[in-house]
């Protein structure tokens, strides 16, 4: 699916969005005098990022951003164990707004913007904003609006927060990627929340929050779209029987399947593969 992205209307600050596809990744260039704020949407984002000894990878999810001051370009790519489709903000402040802001408040120890950079902060506040302002920019709200939020951003990043951390450590990407990548590995089978929170080497409660903070989705929505995205993929590109796909895809019976079949996608999984396919 082609990138999407909101046109600027702004001038105070830049949203847009866009979207990663299955397959590939995108490269992004931060704009010169630009600090851009990059926060994932929709899914897990990966970002590959260089330094002086190479390139390195982190995996953003919600909460998370990465802070970019108009370097090197970074690659951004769907994880192998992720949901087909990765939706990003990126925001975008003038470093000379940040300047000026730190010249008129001596509070402010940061001098250089350069040590704001980093390809992964834990930062609430900002992830929440990006949804805001694209909903913002979408209704064609004003330039007022934009100014107070740019305001807003820059005393955020600029003011030092030792609170920006999540209240329950545990659930971290590397194994938010592992319980993913056993839902993917064990998909034909029954899978119970005691499964995926061992997987996570957490408690059932603990797991069941941290996974809908990190997510958006509880465990058993999550492995239910998986289900269906991977049913989607096998309509489209095998020749196996309904009935074949729905028990791959891990639904004990066709009745089953093709209820939360068209409860997801409005149509049964014969009326998928006959749209999707070809005359």
């Known amino acids: 699916m082609a990138n999407s992205r909101s046109a600027p209307l702004w001038n105070s600050l830049t949203i847009e969005r866009r979207y990663i596809p299955a397959q590939g990744r995108m490269t992004y260039q931060p704009p010169q005098g630009w600090f851009t704020i990059v926060a994932p949407l929709r899914g897990l984002c990966q970002v590959e990022y260089p330094d002086a000894s190479g390139w390195h990878q982190t995996t953003l999810v919600s909460g998370d951003t990465s802070r970019l001051v108009g370097k090197s370009a970074v690659r951004l790519r769907r994880p192998p164990s992720g949901m087909q489709r990765v939706e990003v903000a990126f925001i975008a402040l003038p470093t000379q707004q940040l300047r000026c802001y730190a010249d008129e408040h001596p509070e402010v120890t940061v001098r250089d913007l350069s040590t704001l950079e980093a390809p ?124 074949q796909v729905g028990s791959r895809c891990g639904f004990p019976n066709p009745e089953s399947f093709a209820r939360v079949f068209r409860k997801h996608l409005g149509c049964s999984p014969l009326q998928y593969r006959h749209r999707s396919r070809p005359e």
């Open 120 to 243: 992964r902060v834990f930062d609430p506040v900002a992830a929440a904003m990006a949804p805001a302002l694209l909903r913002a920019q979408d209704a064609g709200v004003s330039e007022h609006y934009a100014f107070s939020a740019a305001h807003y951003l820059t005393a955020h990043l600029l003011h030092p927060h030792h609170d920006l951390q999540p209240d329950t450590p545990g659930l971290n990407p590397e194994r938010l990627l592992a319980v993913v990548d056993y839902m993917r590995k064990h998909l034909a089978t029954r899978i119970t929340l005691e499964d995926m929170a061992k997987e996570a080497l957490l408690s059932r409660y603990h797991f069941i929050r941290q996974f809908a903070a990190a997510t958006g989705k509880t465990p058993v929505q999550y492995l239910t779209e998986l289900r269906v995205e991977t049913a989607c993929r096998l309509l489209t590109t095998s020749n196996e029987l309904i009935s």
